[in-house]
């Protein structure tokens, strides 16, 4: 095995109206629409490299078709293939573009959370809006929050323990935080791979559910003026802007026009693999996803998709 | 795997209280350990027991720089390296170093030397591992910045050291700033996916340019500011940005002349990057994007 998982690469949503969510997620999120096929929109923060961060896909139904993390070296797909099939997981290969345009090669497995995840190694990369000699640090005319790039993703499993197991056992992720029930179970988990807080995170709810996705915003200035943006367009917004307990991180919460909750964030820490992981008590779980407010609102504990 | 991130700079300062003073009131670090010669300190966030350390000596200048790799057997592998490259390895023992265990060293072509240390003694943060505050508020002294970033060293031949942090060590390069001919004159290499750990620039060998503290926002920029010319400290340059690396910025220099940097933003390199080019026409605004231009004492004080 060579350096494992990097980092999210994208993840694929379900709208009912593909036009309705790429225009919010063109003008009001403000992503750069790379490619277009029958029933799907391609889509990826300014900064980002990679042909796609985010993929829009015409569906009768809202929530997480996919995720896809990206991973090093090319060997790292034979690598976990062969270690998730040694521990019972069936895994399905993909050659290069055959998931979608611009696409690398892929492996894709369910976990025991129910979700779809996907490993791929060597995304057709379009390049970042600057040119590589000479740059200006951001290109001039990005359109609403213009976010750089996609950061994390956050999502509900019946057994959060059982997810934290499977994502860091088979698939290397390490725990950087944990809200722990007065039972000693988790009730959350946050796990990483980019030595930032959290690169997915799980929190107790229905198997294969979608909490959130999240873009990252360069500093609590940007997370005021998303929320600007949000509300000039009449977007309703979930929570925020405030600090999280758990990841020191910024965040604004709101609704994408299927449904989806989106997050923008920021902040956070650096996290050496030797860490030790945080852990939050249930009776702090308020002041743990919302430091300032203390409390979490009944929509933030029951509403995903 | 390989080398993780910039563990510690250490220094030389010919007043070791002024040195320590400074660092602690009005840089905000804390004072983890001293002997004789010696003061060691870190970060609010940091866990590891030091990130800077000062030793008397009549005369400024870097002692070593310091990278923490992420497993044990990362040292007997990059020692293997360093030596076939031509480098003579010391291996320095657990125990003999204040507040790490095993570690190599060996001098490098541009001149300083470097240090790999896997095992350092965990102190902890100012902050609970149990339901902690996001910040420690009641010691927020001075710029308080939560970590340390990265440095950069001169070197007389920027291409060829490059060349040795890359091949031998595994640094890679995310941006470059090239002469007329062609030939790098300034080299910007990460190993922790941010723009920079290590840097190179055109100068005399074994020369220390600066270091560089992590600050949260260009708020927290601006603060610093504040609190720099509230104590009377000499600004180099800034607040601004970099046209390289993107950051932003100030420059300043502690009471015995080494230029210290606080810095933030940045972007979030994958490994397989495209490295950005710089042309020397341009160097004014890769430097200092908002100027357009160099001072002298940027391109000649260094320590």
Sequence with gaps: ?305 | MGILRLSHVDIKVPDLDLAAAYYTEVIGMLEVERTDDQVFLKCWDEQDHHSLALRYDPRVGLDRMSFKVEHEDDLAELEKAVETYGYAVERISDGEAVGQGESIRFDTPSGQEMELVHEVTRVGGLLPKVNPHPVPEAMMKGIAPPRMDHLLVTAEEVGEATKFYMDVLGFRLTEQLLDGDGHQIGTWMERSHSPHDLAVVSGVNGGLHHFAYWLDDWDHVRKAADILAYNAIQIDVGPTRHGITRGETIYFFDPLGTRNEVFTGGYRPDPDFPTITWTEDNIGKAIFYYEGELNDRFMKVHT
């Design chain 1, 1 to 305: 095995m060579s350096g494992g998982i990097l980092r999210l690469s994208h993840v694929e949503i379900r709208v009912p109206d593909l036009e309705l969510a790429t225009a919010y997620y063109a003008e009001v999120v403000g992503l750069v629409e790379t490619a277009r096929e029958p029933g799907r929109v391609f889509l990826k923060g300014w900064d980002e490299h990679q042909h796609h961060s985010v993929i829009l896909t015409d569906a009768p139904t809202y929530g997480l078709e996919h995720m896809g993390f990206k991973v090093e070296d090319a060997d790292d797909l034979a690598h976990y293939e062969t270690r998730l099939e040694t521990a019972g997981v069936s895994v399905e290969r993909f050659a290069r573009g055959a998931l979608a345009p611009g696409h690398g090669d892929a492996i894709r497995f369910r976990a025991p959370t129910g979700h779809l995840v996907e490993l791929v190694h060597g995304m057709e990369q379009v390049g970042n809006m600057l040119p590589l000699n000479n740059p200006p640090p951001e290109p001039l005319g990005l359109v609403g929050m213009h976010p750089p790039r996609i950061d994390h993703v956050f999502l509900t499993a019946e057994d959060v323990d059982d997810a934290t197991r499977f994502f860091s056992e088979l698939l290397d992720f390490r725990l950087a935080e944990q809200i722990l029930g007065d039972d000693g179970h988790q009730l959350a988990s946050f796990l990483e791979r980019t030595h930032t807080p959290h690169d997915v995170a799980f929190i107790t709810g229905p198997q294969g559910g979608l909490h959130h996705f999240a873009f990252w915003l360069d500093d609590w200035n940007q997370v005021r003026r998303a929320a600007d943006i949000c509300s000039y367009h009449g977007i309703d917004i979930d929570a925020g802007p405030t600090r999280h307990g758990a990841t020191r991180g910024y965040g604004l919460y709101f609704f994408d026009p299927a449904g989806n909750r989106n997050e923008v964030y920021t902040g956070g820490y650096w996290v050496d693999p030797d860490a030790d992981p945080i852990t939050w008590t249930e009776s702090e779980m308020g002041r743990a996803i919302f430091y300032y407010e203390g409390v979490v609102n009944q929509r933030f504990l029951t509403v995903h998709s």
